[in-house]
């Protein structure tokens, strides 16, 4: 079957650094997009892992390990404007990407 | 265009109705996805379609929901005899090939589709 989960909020302060894991169990996997999506906005293409690692954009990076089903989003030096739902979604070779009910980051001054 | 419009913007509607969303992606982009949220959810997925064809429509609720893309570059989510559990964004989005490739889904606006 298929599942994808994060952590359903997370909470940080300015100039931090935070972490939203992601682990799925996806049929015909074929890698792990990041997109993040502000209050009434549409959702906008962070980062994608297609091999094991680390991909890395500028204060954002995200990591993936396919042998894990586990991957991470790592957000660096967070600004206020980083509040916003942040969604890992896996791809199929089929082409087709699963969105779950993301994690909502909430930056503090 | 420069990026992926989606129209209306906002629908209001009664239970029962017929409705029309449309989706302009960018051009030349061959692949376009529809998906509906929820207030407080991700992105739920409704259908695939590579050129005109659909891939993948294992995300249509049931078949009161329909999606045509006749030229391979517009596409037009039909939903019948609408009901009040039809209220949602509907996000459609496009990329370049689709498939088992890297390529990035751009995101259009959304319409927000409210049935009363």
């Known amino acids: 079957g298929q599942s994808l989960e994060q952590p359903s909020e997370v909470t940080a302060v300015e100039g931090a650094i935070v972490q939203i894991n992601c682990t799925y169990q996806t049929s015909g996997f074929y890698g792990l997009s990041w997109y993040q999506q502000h209050d009434g906005g549409a959702p906008t293409f962070l980062s994608y892992?297609?091999?094991?690692g680390l991909e890395e954009t500028g204060r954002f990076s995200s990591f993936l390990s396919r042998s894990d089903s586990y991957g991470y989003l790592l957000l660096q030096e967070l600004q206020m404007k980083d509040s916003a739902s942040y969604f890992c979604?896996?791809?199929?070779?089929?082409?087709?990407?699963?969105f779950g009910d993301g994690t909502t980051l909430t930056v503090k001054p | 265009g420069a990026g992926v419009s989606q129209t209306p913007s906002n629908k209001v509607t009664e239970k029962g109705k017929y409705v029309e969303l449309r989706c302009d992606p960018i051009s030349g982009h061959t692949a376009l996805y529809w998906y509906r949220q929820s207030l407080g959810q991700g992105p739920e997925f409704l259908i695939y379609f590579q050129g005109t064809g659909a891939a993948d429509d294992s995300g249509l609720p049931n078949d009161r929901f329909f999606a045509v893309r006749p030229e391979g570059s517009v596409s037009t989510l039909k939903i019948q005899r609408t009901e009040r559990g039809d209220s949602a964004v509907y996000l459609c989005?496009?990329?370049?090939?689709?498939?088992?490739?890297?390529?990035?889904?751009?995101f259009g606006p959304g319409t927000r589709l409210t049935v009363l």
């Open positions: 892992n297609g091999l094991d």
């Open positions: 989005a496009s990329s370049l090939q689709g498939g088992a490739t890297t390529d990035t889904q751009y």
């Open positions: 979604a896996p791809r199929t070779t089929a082409g087709k990407s699963t």
